[in-house]
């Protein structure tokens, strides 16, 4: 895909013009933009706004896993083991860059517990599985395998004895009886891959804009009205369908259109990322699928010389700024203290934690964990003075959103009388062009980078890692020199400059949660913060009113979405509140 140059104020202008748009998307979580980019291949005109920054819901909030759903063959549901098997193996060719192969490792502590409670959930009758033993998973993982072999790109799954996973990982808990490997997928950059599916839509279909920062107020007469957040100003058109990928916000949303109907039983998962970087190594790239109490499934994982832990399951009204709070923290901390009884960690061992609510279906359930993953996308038929009707996109998994959104495009298709003109099955995404999983693609396209542009092998293989083949593009931005920054010497000036001018950027905060993964690869300090909003007013032309503000925002939403104080700026380290 070509690069697309789109301004916030051409944005604007156009919103204030456009009078009517075939497909209107509300929400840019995964599902909205998946659903953006498919109607675009399709020459659809549609618009798509986001409340604040793009891939801010639960989009912004996994486990970073891409997989095919091991857990969901105990409550039979093997039409979503199937597809999402498929769909990850999709995303491994089509989003190389950011899509990567994933070892989990599973360790058990009995031979056969939880084969009468398996076979109950399996038959759908009310069961609660407190312990997994070896002949259970041996079984799932056999058949996850046979989900698995569409486009079968990793290994199958094996058992491993419990002196040698002991060798491999000597601080699990040593009561366990054997563990198991078997292969899933992690995604690096979430965020990233959301504002790719953005940039491609709008370079597919010239016309269609995807719009951070603007949001859907509510339904008059058979218009909307959306709202610019920053300056308040309103804009208001007609549509002929109206996509609601508002994930958690979904009723809040259908109420400004005066339904009262309830789709949505959202549940809040959190995360917590621990510096243990001595864990870290020994986890070598592979992630721990295990059982805190009760029979939960947790992860634990290797993120960029980290640790990640998660997540909790908590049912939840509220979607509005949800946080990890002291329960979930308590009950994360003692989940990893069962499985490595060893390792020393409290509250001091986090530097960044995160909380998203799942956009599930309204239910009744006692136990969270037996909600369906699976997707819907009930409608609100035209009413009244409105005459158009509304689709909402309930549920569904990250894994799963390209068979989401082709399901809801061909719908859109059918309705406007259109054909489909392309799958989004092979498509790549993004800066997943020109890749595949084979180190080939990737050298090559750094020996072209690192020659082509004079960069050095290092920094291009960077580059890389970080935008996929788009890194071309950066490469050639960069040829008049770069100056790095010193509290955050992983970015330039002029790498900065080019993403925020290209990549809708409105706020400090967008590049830093939005397009780079930074906050989750080690504990920023003060200074970060401070250097990179003044990297951004040099070319932005910010005051120092306007530069304290952004500065102010950074520091505000670390302190009340993530819980760390990186107020003082002469602390030494940010600090867990
Ligand atoms: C803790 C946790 C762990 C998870 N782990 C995994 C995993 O490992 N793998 C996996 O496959 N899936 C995982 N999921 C599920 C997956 O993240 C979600 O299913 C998916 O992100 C939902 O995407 P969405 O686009 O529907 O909703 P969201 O991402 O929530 O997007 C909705 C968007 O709508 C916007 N919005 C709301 N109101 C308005 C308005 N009035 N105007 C404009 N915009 C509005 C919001 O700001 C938000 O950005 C996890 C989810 C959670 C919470």
Redesign the pocket.
Known sequence: MTAVKITRENALAALRTIGHVPVLI?????????TFRDLSLQGVGCLL???????????????????G?LKYLETGEFRLVRE?AAERNRLLLNAAHYVRPLEMIIPIHSWFDGIVPALRKFLRMPAKITERGALVIKLGLWLYDLYGALNRAMPRHRMIARQDILREIPDLDPSLKVAASYYDA??TS?ERL?LELALDGMAAHPGNLALNH????RVEGNEVA?QDVETGEMFSMTCDIMVN??????D??NS?ASSARRMIGG?????LMLELPALAETLNGRMIYFEAAGGRIC?LSNFMGHVLL????IPVDN?DGVICDDDEVDYLLSAFRRLFPQVSVDRSSIFFSY?????LPANDASDPGRIS?D?SMPELPPEGERRFPILS?????????RAFSAEVTDEILKRLGKRRLSSTENTPIGGGAGLSQASTHTERLLTTIAQEHRLDRSRARQLVSRYGSRAKSIAEALAGGETFLASLPEFSREEIAFVSNTELVLHAEDFLFGRSSVFMERPLRHAALRELVETIAAFRGWDAAKQSAELGRLVDRYRRLHRIDISAATAPHPRFI
């Open positions: 509300v929400g840019g979580g995964i599902n909205g933009m998946g706004v986001e409340q604040s920054d793009f891939c801010s819901g639960a989009s912004r909030a996994p486990s970073r896993m891409i997989h759903g999402s992690w995604i979430p959301v603007v949001r859907f107020v959306l990928a508002a994930g958690a916000w979904i809040r949303v400004g549940t809040k998962g959190s995360h992860i998660g997540s909790t399951d979607p909380a998203g609510v799942r956009p993953r997707h996109l309930v549920g569904g998994k990250w894994t799963t959103f």
